[in-house]
């Protein structure tokens, strides 16, 4: 495998089994901000009522030092993630099982896990994939699993030019979204991610190489999923989403989702006559 060489996948491979546990109040306070960033209702955002899905992604983050980021404004490798040597890091994917809400007021703990390490050859070069496993409970009760996985790349390696991939299908249902630096900022904020490619103009387009700001897979998935239960007219039970290809905020993009398929539905975003950026499917068994 080219350029794989570089990459001690055996050294890599000890960080499996790696486990982290932190918690966090799940308080009224961030339930308001997540509401007013994604522009959805906030009725009852009373204590005890229920919190609303993937809100977890905005608890429990890692408080790195800024004296520690790396130049992309993620933490330094190393502690619990390998010190994979590719420089640039994405969430790749990920699937949830919902148990239970959380519900407002509750201290939420995420029990973290590595689960497998691999080196895969793709379009664009090397990549290491690191999957992390995660447990949510909330006052000790299980709400949540999940499996996230996060790749890494080369520096060298450029995004899929305009146009090299199939324009996606338009869903039965759409709903345009217009990414402004303002919402990706605000969803960063939310969410304590430094990744620079979300808001740092000059440094996603001069340094990685992307057209404009790119759009957060989590906000994706995050939007996707609550367009999925307004279209259905309840919570979800399951959820998974992959990434495909890069959004930007150079234009407006879609929310896509089929006709249900019994208690599942297919989902994705795409930017007008752009290739599929995120899939999704909403699972309600």
Request: aromatic share 8%.
């Amino acid at each position: 495998m080219s350029g794989s060489a570089e990459i001690d996948i055996d050294h890599l491979k000890q960080w499996i089994g790696h486990e982290e546990t932190s918690s966090e109040q799940l308080t009224q306070a961030l339930v308001q901000r997540f509401l007013a960033t994604l522009d959805m209702p906030a009725d009852e955002v009373a204590l005890n009522s229920p919190a609303p899905q993937l809100i977890h992604w905005c608890l429990a983050q890692k408080a790195a030092a800024t004296s520690e980021l790396g130049e992309d404004g993620h933490p330094r490798k190393g502690g619990f993630l390998p010190p994979v040597p590719l420089p640039r890091r994405m969430w790749a994917g990920g699937e949830l099982t919902f148990h239970a809400d959380p519900r407002i007021g509750e201290v939420v703990t995420k029990h973290s896990r590595i689960s497998d390490v691999t080196v895969k050859e793709g379009r664009t070069g090397v990549l290491c994939f690191v999957r992390v496993d995660h447990e949510i409970s909330a006052d000790g009760r299980p709400v949540l699993s999940e499996t996230q996985d996060i790749v890494y790349r080369d520096a060298t390696s450029t995004p899929s030019p305009e146009g090299a991939a199939a324009p996606a299908l338009e869903g039965a249902h759409r709903q345009e979204i217009m990414p402004t630096p303002a919402l990706l900022f605000r969803y960063s904020a939310l969410t304590f991610n430094g990744h620079r490619i979300h808001y740092d103009n000059p440094y996603a387009r001069d340094v990685e190489g992307y057209p404009g700001l790119v759009v957060h897979g989590p906000l994706q998935a995050t939007l996707l999923l609550n367009f999925a239960a307004r279209l259905r007219g309840r919570a979800l039970k399951g959820f998974s989403f992959r990434g495909a290809s890069p959004v930007f905020d150079t234009a407006p993009f879609h929310l896509n989702a089929e006709e249900p398929a019994g208690d599942v539905m297919k989902l994705w975003t795409a930017r007008a006559n752009g290739p599929p950026g995120m899939m999704a499917e909403a699972r309600w068994t």
